[in-house]
């Protein structure tokens, strides 16, 4: 097993470690790893062999010799158990279990990225004031041109964190997806909590999960160990796709939102879903016109920034 598929390994059973994600987030899992599967055919497997325990964390563990490696992959699976909320006990005694097996129980570094994971996660919805959301045709020119600025704007923001190498930059993507979702919502009137939120992101076919895993194959494809390692190697393409990804299901995700809460939550899961799948397209496209600014913005970011994006 190389330390890629070693990596994503440890990703898959960081997903499984809390027991509760239902068949829809299972699907997500499984189609994720059957597309990363189109580079890299190993990776297709994977799913399949750690449900059928033909790959034990053990396994995964010990195919990771380089330090480097195995912090990063420490890394990822804090990232994934924190993809669908704050830990529970079972993904807490799972990541107990994992440090021990790659030997990180006594680094440092590793509860200071802990305590970061942690404040990207434990924030609330916060706003000034609430306001009766007008109707979609009651919307002024002027509002809707700033909604529609500030989804475009998350969706450059989503795509320039793709591009960093840093663990974190992968965790605040999806905080900021809800957080959009949330804002959009209520431009709309409509006050929203997470459990809504996360709802709303499984009907459109967005697993939380399974986003953070597949922007963590990306990477890996992208040659992100190779990088780590101090070799010159990358798959550009990956990363481009990667880039891409997150930005479509921003912009779409935003632009779906604010169709939905204009309407006054009427439309139905299958309308929900077949919008969103009908807007990725688009976007995707789109995407290449935003590309220098998503290069110009990832050149800005650091952990205080994001942090005070995510949490104000």
């Known amino acids: 097993m190389n330390p890629e598929n070693a990596t994503l390994s440890i990703a898959l059973f960081a997903a499984f470690a809390d027991g509760h994600h239902d068949d829809r ?10 597309t990363l599967g189109i580079d890299s055919p190993e990776l297709s497997r994977h799913y ?32 994934v158990c924190h993809a669908d909320d704050r830990l529970c006990d079972a993904e807490q005694r799972f990541l107990v279990d994992l440090r021990q097996r790659l030997s990180l129980a006594d680094d440092p570094s590793i509860r200071e990225m802990e305590q970061q994971a942690q404040r990207l996660t434990d924030w609330t919805f916060t706003h000034e004031t609430s306001h009766p959301g007008p109707s979609h045709t009651g919307f002024l020119a002027q509002e809707e041109a700033e909604l529609n600025r500030a989804i475009l704007n998350y969706a450059i923001l989503n795509g320039a964190l793709e591009i960093l190498p840093q663990s974190w930059s992968s965790m605040a993507i999806i905080p900021l997806q809800l957080k959009m979702v949330y804002e959009v919502g209520l431009s709309f ?11 709303f992101l499984a009907t459109l076919g967005i697993g939380l999960t399974s986003q953070y895993v597949e922007q963590i194959g990306r990477k890996l494809l992208g040659g992100l160990l190779g990088k780590l390692a ?7 393409g990956s ?22 809460y204009a309407a006054g939550r009427q439309m139905s899961s299958d309308e929900l879903r077949q919008s ?9 496209a789109l995407q290449s016109r935003y590309l220098g600014k998503i290069q110009q913005r990832s050149e800005t970011l650091d952990m205080s920034q994001i942090l005070s994006m995510v949490r104000n």
């Open 25 to 34: 987030e299972r699907e997500h899992l499984r189609e994720i790893t059957r």
């Open 48 to 79: 399949q062999d750690i449900l059928l325990r033909q790959i034990t964390l053990e396994n995964a563990c010990n195919a990771l010799g380089d330090s480097a490696h195995r912090q990063l992959a420490y890394e990822m699976a804090v990232g």
């Open 189 to 199: 009137g409509h006050e929203l909590d997470r459990g809504h939120i996360k709802e």
């Open 230 to 236: 101090g070799k010159g190697v990358g798959g550009v």
């Open 239 to 260: 990363l481009a796709t990667g880039v891409t990804l997150s930005f479509a299901t921003t912009y779409a995700l935003g632009h779906i939102a604010k169709d939905y």
């Open 276 to 284: 969103f799948q009908n807007m990725l397209e688009p976007a995707k």
